[in-house]
């Protein structure tokens, strides 16, 4: 089995790095069909398995890239502070920190996607000075694993900052392990599962919800 010595030393087995960025790769291409990366907007990330009682080690997509297109460096390594952990020329994420304050929040979370889409910038719009929106009476809020009769999902918004630590702190303040998302005002949405299959059952049940919240909202005018 071939292993990668990390700058921390720690070595990692090269299969396990290989799974993650394959996660990545899968889901970046359904989001990019699915026009969820508009103008190389979106982040992803996994956690990629360290040995026991090695510090967690991230696996996220590069900064500024046209997310519809392949190329060879895609992903990279980062440890839980958003450094990268190998020698690399590429820039992980411009909103690791946000990733990496999930993470450090929420352990059971295994995978984090962003996107910016016209509906949940609407959304985040229309419930302007709020600071959360609230879904109810919507079957698909099992997909969120709630069950109970007229349950409601009370889903955070915070501000938008360009000064990626203060959003990365907004994010971590707001952050309930039952609500796996954060909606950023105008910008877009943090969601997470404890799974790749998870968190991306989370992410179109939000987007469904947000896109008959509009369309609610316009038929009633
Ligand atoms: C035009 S998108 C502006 C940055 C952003 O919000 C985003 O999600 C993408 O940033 P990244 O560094 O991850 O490419
Ligand atoms: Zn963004």
Redesign the pocket.
């Known amino acids: 089995m071939t292993q990668l010595k990390l700058k921390n030393q720690v070595q990692i087995d090269l299969e396990n790095i290989q799974h993650s960025f394959a996660e990545l790769r899968e889901v970046k291409d359904l989001f990019a069909r699915r026009n969820w990366f508009p103008?190389?907007?979106?982040?992803l990330s996994v956690r990629v398995e360290v040995p026991d009682g090695e510090p967690p080690l991230i696996a996220v997509?590069?900064?500024?890239?046209d997310?519809s297109v392949h190329t060879a460096e895609d992903f990279l390594l980062v440890d839980l502070e958003g450094k990268p952990v190998l020698p690399t020329r590429q820039?992980?994420?411009?909103?690791?920190l946000v990733h990496t304050t999930i993470y450090q929040k929420i352990k059971q979370c295994q995978a984090i996607f962003?996107i910016?889409t016209v509906f949940n910038n609407l959304i985040s719009e229309l419930y302007g000075a709020q600071q959360e929106v609230t879904f109810t009476n919507q079957e698909i809020i099992k997909a969120f694993n709630i069950w109970d009769e007229g349950a409601a999902v009370e889903l955070p918004i915070v501000e938008n900052y360009a000064h990626i630590p203060t959003l990365a702190k907004e994010v971590g303040q707001v952050l309930d392990p039952r609500i796996p998302g954060v909606l950023i005002r105008n910008?877009?949405i943090y969601v997470w599962g404890d799974s790749v299959f998870a968190a991306k059952r989370h992410l179109e049940a939000f987007e469904f919800l947000f896109e008959y919240q509009v369309n609610l909202f316009l038929l009633k005018k």
Do not use: D, L, Y
């Open positions: 103008a190389t907007s979106g982040n997509t590069a900064s500024g890239k997310k820039k992980p994420s411009a909103e690791t962003h910016h910008h877009g």
